[in-house]
C-alpha cells in the first residue's frame, strides 16, 4: 500500500522561505508529485519529480531522495498568495494518486 | 484548452437521498478519475475511467458508483447518502491511461444534512 506523512500547518511571515516535508512508503515507486490548493479551489500541479535531487521552478523547488523515501517543497520569496495547502502524492496503480493530508501553509505579512 | 469543468459547484442533500455529480474533462483527455476530499481523510481515489471502462476503484462502498460515456464525460452516483458523504468531490482528467499527470476540476462541494 501507500503511506503518505506531511505536517499539518506552518506560519511564515512574507518574504521568507518554508520547507514543507513529505515522507512516503509505497510498493513501486513512479515519482512524486507536489500540488497546491487554494481554499474551495482545485489541486493545480507545481512538480513532479521523478529523479533523485533538486529541480527549481523559479520560487518553487522541489527534492527527491528516493532512498529515504523523502521530499520537500521549498517555498521562497513567499508571498500572500502563496497562502494555500501544499499537498504531495505518489502514483500507483494506473491513473491514481495517494495523497497525503495536506501542509497548510499561512503567510502572514 | 477549456479545464475539467464539474456540475454542479454546490449541492445540499439530506440523509438517504442519492445525488449525481458530473464531470467534463479535457478536450481529448480520456481518461477520468473521481476524488473525495475531506477535512479528516484529504483526498482519497474513488475510482477511474478510461473508454467507458472503469480500470480501477478505492477502498469505497458500493453506494459510490460512477460511469462514462462515449465523449469522456462521467458522471459519479451516491446513493443513500450519509452525514459522512459531506466532502468536496473532485474529477481529474488526464490524457492516456498510465499517465500520472492529472489535472483537477473545481469541484462539486456536496453537504448531507
Known amino acids: 500500500g501507500q503511506n503518505i506523512d506531511q505536517p499539518t500547518e506552518m506560519t511564515a511571515t512574507e518574504g521568507a522561505i518554508v520547507q514543507i516535508n513529505c515522507t512516503y512508503q509505497?510498493?513501486?515507486?513512479?515519482?512524486l508529485f507536489w500540488y497546491q490548493q487554494h481554499a474551495g479551489e482545485a489541486p493545480t500541479f507545481l512538480s513532479y519529480?521523478?529523479?533523485?535531487g533538486l529541480e527549481e521552478k523559479g520560487r518553487f523547488s522541489s527534492f527527491l531522495s528516493r532512498s529515504k523515501g523523502y521530499s520537500y517543497l521549498l517555498l521562497k520569496e513567499l508571498q500572500m498568495k502563496d497562502s494555500a495547502s501544499y499537498l504531495c502524492?505518489?502514483?500507483?496503480?494506473?491513473?491514481?494518486?495517494?495523497f497525503g493530508k495536506g501542509n497548510q501553509v499561512v503567510v502572514i505579512p | 484548452k477549456a479545464g475539467v469543468t464539474q456540475t454542479p459547484r454546490y449541492l445540499i442533500k439530506t440523509r438517504g437521498q442519492q445525488v449525481t455529480l458530473s464531470c467534463s474533462p479535457i478536450?481529448?483527455?480520456?481518461?477520468v478519475s473521481w476524488y473525495q476530499q475531506t477535512p479528516g481523510q484529504g483526498l482519497q481515489f474513488l475510482f477511474e475511467?478510461?473508454?467507458?471502462?472503469?480500470?480501477n476503484k478505492g477502498n469505497f462502498p458500493g453506494r459510490f458508483s460512477g460511469r462514462q460515456f462515449s465523449n469522456s464525460r462521467s458522471e459519479m452516483n451516491v446513493s443513500t447518502l450519509e452525514l459522512g458523504d459531506s466532502a468536496l468531490y473532485l474529477c481529474?482528467?488526464?490524457?492516456?491511461?498510465?499517465?500520472?499527470?492529472?489535472?483537477f476540476g473545481p469541484g462539486t462541494r456536496l453537504t448531507v444534512t
Open positions: 519529480n521523478v529523479l533523485d
Open positions: 478536450s481529448g483527455h480520456r481518461s
Open positions: 502524492a505518489v502514483p500507483y496503480g494506473n491513473n491514481r494518486l495517494a
Open positions: 475511467y478510461f473508454s467507458e471502462t472503469q480500470r
Open positions: 481529474a482528467s488526464s490524457s492516456t491511461q498510465g499517465s500520472y499527470e492529472q489535472y
Open positions: 509505497t510498493s513501486g515507486f513512479n515519482g
